[in-house]
Nanobody, 126 residues
């Protein structure tokens, strides 16, 4: 099937930077939209950034100019560069990747599934 790995959270000082990574591997026919979300305790999950397989990236208003999403299609990976971090950015970040999972090879058959990472905790503290 598909293996999914999310990494990169940690502790950073105010104004510092972190890079989150997320990758999918296994029986993959195609990769679709790649997204990053975050969710603070007691709040709804919020879309931080997304990157379509057509090459279009979008950002939430609160992170524009400070966070950068990128993707490496050869590695089925998506990254989120977090710069100028402040206390308001401290929470759990989740990646999500849309995957066409191969179920047969002759002919090729697949189904679409949206995978979620386990979450990467970002802590901002001096």
């Amino acid at each position: 099937q598909v293996q999914f790995v999310e990494s990169g959270g940690g502790l950073v000082r105010p104004g510092g930077s972190l890079r989150l990574s997320c990758s999918a591997s296994g029986s993959i026919f195609n990769i679709h939209d790649m997204c990053w979300y975050r969710q603070a305790p007691g709040k709804q999950r919020e879309l931080v950034a997304s990157f379509t397989n057509g090459g279009i990236s979008t950002y939430g208003n609160s992170v524009k100019g400070r966070f950068t999403i990128s993707r490496d299609n050869n590695k089925n990976s998506v990254y989120l560069q977090l710069d100028s971090l402040g206390p308001k950015n401290a929470t759990v970040y989740y990646c999500s990747i849309g995957v066409s999972v191969v179920t047969g090879t002759e002919p090729v058959t697949y189904y679409d599934k949206k995978y979620w990472g386990d979450g990467a905790l970002v802590t901002v503290s001096s």
